[in-house]
Structures are given as structure tokens and as C-alpha cells.
């Protein structure tokens, strides 16, 4: 199988725009891609632990402990973006999701990574009003609004500049840590706890769906 190795982009560029008080870096890097007829994507990914997968209309987008993998549809183009080759904040990719405009938008244990199709930006506590937490998920509702997962600080709302948390105090959720987020068929958002609690998230606001836990115990109890 021949490969040709593309270096794309040219010189490291960072461009500094203020948006509503803030300050967002955009930074263009060198990077590698692999151009190539058939890629065996098994071994590509072999040893590696994928965290969640996402499609735009372009490509495909995989989230592992070992940074992102783009899949050009069209031709098969694989770009791999880690730590070293990008603005990527960690290699330890939790979660992904893209908006209505095609941004993809991925979690990390040190902050956010979002691409717009034409350049890479980190999303932080330095350029964001964001906890200092591990972020373990993210997803996007139907008004494309972000809800991202935190390890122990919550469920954050992203919409657009404005960041709102939500915790065991001041919504139904019972844990600060949150396990996963998910879409329903009926494109509303499904919140899983550490205590495996599911909170749901519609345009009728966030209920809980169940306690898990309590169930899992209930059934234990009469066994």
C-alpha cells in the first residue's frame, strides 16, 4: 500500500481576535497526512481505546486516548492530530460532537478543541468561563447549544460566549461527576451520572429518567 506523506499549512500562525471580553488564540500548525487507497483503519487504531466517533458531511472524526483521527469521505485522507503535530490540549480525547455549521467540537482532560473547517481553537479557563475540571463528554442539543460533562463540577451549558453549571444544587442532578452524554431518537439529550442516574435534557428543560443505582440495589436487595 504506498502512502504520501502531505505537509500542509506553512509556518505556525496565531491570530488573536477579542470577541465579548475574550481572548481566543487561533493557531495554524504544520501537520502530517496520510494519503492513501484502502486504509486498514484496525490497524491504524490498533491498541488504541476509542472514546466516541462523529460525522460531518466531509468527514469522519474519532475520539481515543491517543489523540483525533480525521477520515476524509471522499478520498480517504487520514489526519491524525495530537499533543505534538497541534493545538490539541491532550491526547486524551473524551468526547465529540459537531454543530449544525459542521464545527467539531471535542472534549479533553484540559479543555475543549474546536474546528471550524478552517482553524483549530482551544477552549480553556483561560479564554472561557469554565471550571477547573476534567471534561468527560460533550454533545449538542437542537438549538446548538453545547452541554459538556465535567468529572466532578458538573453539567456546563455552552451557548455561544455565555457558560452556565449545573450541579446537584441548583438542578435534579444527585452527582457533581458525570459519566456520559448522549442523543435520544427524539434528538433530546440523555445525561448519565457516575451513580448511573440518566438525566434528560429536552426543550421542556432537564428531568431525571431514572435512578439506576437505586434500581440496581432494589433488584440486588431481592436476589
Not at 2 to 31: D, E, M, Q
Not at 159 to 173: E, V, W, Y
Request: proline letters at 2%; one cysteine or more; charged letters at 20%.
Amino acid at each position: 500500500m504506498k502512502s504520501t506523506l502531505l505537509h500542509l499549512l506553512h509556518s505556525k500562525v496565531f491570530r488573536i481576535c477579542f470577541k465579548a471580553g475574550a481572548i481566543i488564540k487561533y493557531a495554524f500548525f504544520p501537520f502530517l497526512m496520510v494519503e492513501s487507497q484502502g486504509v486498514d483503519f484496525n490497524a491504524m487504531l490498533h491498541n488504541q481505546f476509542i472514546t466516541a466517533k462523529v460525522e460531518t458531511e466531509d468527514a469522519i472524526w474519532i475520539a481515543t486516548n491517543n489523540g483525533l483521527w480525521e477520515i476524509a469521505k471522499d478520498n480517504q485522507h487520514v489526519l491524525h492530530l495530537t499533543e505534538t503535530n497541534s493545538v490539541l490540549p491532550s491526547n486524551h480525547v473524551t468526547g465529540i460532537t459537531t454543530t449544525s455549521n459542521g464545527n467539531v467540537y471535542a472534549t479533553t482532560d484540559k479543555g475543549i478543541f474546536r474546528y471550524d473547517g478552517y482553524a483549530f481553537l482551544v477552549i480553556n479557563t483561560e479564554n472561557a468561563d469554565l471550571p477547573k475540571a476534567k471534561l468527560t463528554s460533550i454533545a449538542c442539543d437542537k438549538n446548538d447549544n453545547l452541554w459538556i460533562g465535567t468529572e466532578g463540577k458538573g453539567l456546563i451549558l455552552m451557548q455561544g460566549n455565555h457558560t452556565k453549571i449545573f450541579t446537584h444544587s441548583n438542578s435534579p442532578l444527585s452527582s457533581d461527576a458525570v459519566h456520559a452524554i448522549t442523543t435520544d431518537n427524539d434528538g433530546n439529550l440523555r445525561v448519565t451520572l457516575l451513580n448511573l442516574e440518566e438525566i434528560k435534557i429536552s426543550d421542556r428543560g432537564m428531568s431525571r429518567i431514572s435512578d439506576l443505582l437505586s434500581l440496581c440495589n432494589e433488584l440486588a436487595k431481592k436476589n
